[in-house]
């Protein structure tokens, strides 16, 4: 699953917070807009599996995707 930190109703790390207590084994890449890395890095210690920028960057996208099925 792929994840904004920022979203509407629930910011990207309580929804993944949600997300692993229901599933803990649920594979998440966290997306952010530069600026936002102390976020992502919380999210990552909360059991994201990676990180990516925007704009994207297709290499890092698909290295993300990449360890998440690893």
């Keep these: 699953m792929t994840m904004d930190i920022t979203m ?3 910011d ?3 929804a993944l ?5 229901f599933d803990a084994q649920a594979k998440v890449v966290m997306c952010s807009a530069m ?3 102390g976020m992502v890095m919380d999210a990552i210690r909360a059991g ?3 990180f990516i920028v925007k704009p994207f960057d297709t290499d ?3 290295t993300a995707i990449d ?3 690893a």
């Design 12 to 14: 990207g790390l309580e």
């Design 60 to 62: 890092r996208v698909i």
């Design 67 to 69: 360890k998440a099925f």
């Design 35 to 37: 600026g936002q890395q």
């Design 8 to 10: 509407p109703e629930v």
């Design 48 to 50: 994201a599996v990676d």
């Design 17 to 21: 917070k949600m997300i692993r207590t």
